[in-house]
T-cell receptor, first 112, second 113 residues
Framework: AQKITQTQPGMFVQEKEAVTLDCTYD???????LFWYKQPSSGEMIFLIY??????QNATEGRYSLNFQKARKSANLVISASQLGDSAMYFC?????????FGQGTRLTINP | EAQVTQNPRYLITVTGKKLTVTCSQN?????MSWYRQDPGLGLRQIYY???????DKGDVPEGYKVSRKEKRNFPLILESPSPNQTSLYFC????????????FGPGTRLTVT
């Protein structure tokens, strides 16, 4: 069965530092997609970044980049120059066929 | 404004009293889905629909029903709610199943006593 694992329940980072949120996945499929979503305290789900399994380049969106290591089955999110507004829950997710599976989430707190 | 709307946003009900949570999108999306979010478990997919009249089970479908009679609407039905269905529910849509972004509704917080 496909599975997403986020091993960091919580992380605390100083403002302006870079932060890496870990995500590992387990699938035997060749074609899949990996996502990161942000959920601030207000509760909405905000799409951050996507990586397809056949994409050779790591995805980047502004301050967000996805460190995709296919052989290790990891899809870590890197946030450069963190800001106070980055404090939120972060979810890694994998799309396989018609389904989307989420990890347990990591709560990121940015300290001033 | 392109959006996914859910109603109600908050609901407290009693065990066994049938309820429906509505979901509507105005983006002409083919794919719609329901998730529940519980602490420590992330989001889990309940049901999804690839297009009108086509629905299928996600990972946690027990105790839920859905229907997709129109492209824009995808209601979630709890025929006989139980306390273990107390959760935060999200509806989401995307242009098609392989689209890389899903648009989420604001969430519905359901409490079953």
């Amino acid at each position: 069965a496909q599975k997403i694992t986020q091993t960091q329940p919580g992380m605390f980072v100083q403002e302006k530092e870079a932060v890496t949120l870990d995500c590992t996945y387990d699938t035997s499929d060749q074609s899949y997609g990996l996502f990161w979503y942000k959920q601030p305290s207000s509760g909405e789900m905000i799409f951050l970044i996507y990586q397809g399994s056949y994409d050779e380049q790591n995805a980047t969106e502004g301050r967000y980049s996805l460190n995709f290591q296919k052989a290790r089955k990891s899809a870590n999110l890197v946030i450069s120059a963190s800001q106070l507004g980055d404090s939120a829950m972060y979810f890694c997710a994998m799309r396989r066929a018609q389904k989307l599976v989420f990890g347990q989430g990591t709560r990121l707190t940015i300290n001033p | 404004e392109a959006q996914v709307t859910q109603n109600p946003r908050y609901l407290i009900t009693v065990t066994g009293k049938k309820l429906t949570v509505t979901c509507s999108q105005n983006m002409n999306h083919e794919y719609m889905s329901w998730y529940r979010q519980d602490p420590g478990l992330g989001l889990r997919q309940i049901y999804y629909s690839m297009n009108v009249e086509v629905t299928d089970k996600g990972d946690v479908p027990e105790g839920y029903k859905v229907s997709r009679k129109e492209k824009r609407n995808f209601p979630l039905i709890l025929e006989s709610p139980s306390p273990n269905q107390t959760s935060l529910y999200f509806c989401a849509s995307s242009p098609q199943v392989l689209a890389y972004e899903q648009y989420f509704g604001p969430g519905t917080r359901l409490t079953v006593t």
